[in-house]
């Protein structure tokens, strides 16, 4: 009897204890989940669209809860929704904020008017993709365009976008190593 009590509590600790850690993943992957889809996130850079500032193969931390607290300015790197491509992430730079006129003119960008001054783009020219060459942008509108004018598919080709279509800004890279570091998203501001 003792002999079989002594066997029970031993079953009964082990069931115990591999309940336990059965509760602790599951819990560890319900918080992986939130903070995966509701605060922070990782992408890789896939093609060539925003060379010099970004690679194909960089890794790159995306914040995604900030959108709720705030718009994006004009030089952030943001990560979309592809308007054009269902289940695809595009990395594109704002050019554009809500009540901005923007122009293509002489293969320069104006916003409101102004020259934008872009020392991160790869080619000396922007060129216009489509018959449109100025978009005046709506409430919670941007327009993004790729750092590669020459090789980027961005709002040259579909349009402003809007600011739910925004997964959330890329703020830092972790890989390649050699060019760790936080993303200047104040180009601007120098």
Sequence with gaps: MKEE???????????????????????????????????????????????????????????KIGKHFRDYHRGEIVILNAPDFPNRLYVKRVIGTPGDLVELRNGNVYVNGEKLEEKYVSVDETPAKTDQTGWVLGDKEYLVFGDNRTNSNDSRDFGQIYKEEIVGHAFLRVYPFSDAGLIDNHPYDK
Excluded: C
């Design 5 to 63: 009590n002594i066997k029970n509590k031993k079953e009964d600790s082990l069931l115990s204890t591999i309940w336990d850690w059965v509760k602790t993943i599951i819990i560890a992957l319900a918080i992986t989940f939130f903070v995966k889809q509701f605060i922070i996130d990782a992408t890789i850079v896939s093609g060539k669209s925003m060379l010099n500032t970004l690679h194909d193969g960089d890794w790159l931390i995306v914040n």
